[in-house]
Nanobody
């Protein structure tokens, strides 16, 4: 059974930085698509970043337009951990952040919630002065 556990959420001031982590356990396939989503109160869940890998090779890596230039997605395969480095945080980045996993994703569907078969419980990010 695949389990995902996010951490790293916090309250920060505008312009600040955070690094979110998502530790994965129980997944045994060599091809893995992992993504970060976020959901603010009253809004739909939004795909933020994706990293689709085959072993150590990257098949797909993308960021949404709303975070491009400020956020970076990466992974440490040895630790089974996915990261989201968030710099230049804005109030509109305030949301619950979730990581998600599936064995496949593509350019046309990585940002859709229904693509993913496993989800973490989320970690809260609040950006406020």
């Amino acid at each position: 059974q695949v389990q995902l556990m996010e951490s790293g959420g916090d309250s920060v001031e505008p312009g600040g930085s955070l690094r979110l982590s998502c530790v994965e356990s129980g997944y045994t396939q060599n091809k893995k698509c992992m993504a970060w989503f976020r959901q603010a109160p009253g809004k739909e869940r939004e795909g933020v970043a994706v990293l689709y890998t085959l072993g150590e090779s990257t098949i797909l890596s993308k960021l949404s337009n709303s975070v491009k230039g400020r956020f970076t997605i990466s992974q440490d395969s040895a630790k089974n951990t996915l990261y989201l480095q968030m710099n230049g945080l804005k109030s509109e980045d305030t949301a619950m952040y979730y990581c998600a996993l599936n064995d496949y994703c593509g350019t046309s569907n990585w940002f859709l919630s229904r693509t993913y078969s496993a989800w973490g419980q989320g970690t809260q990010v609040t950006v406020s002065s």
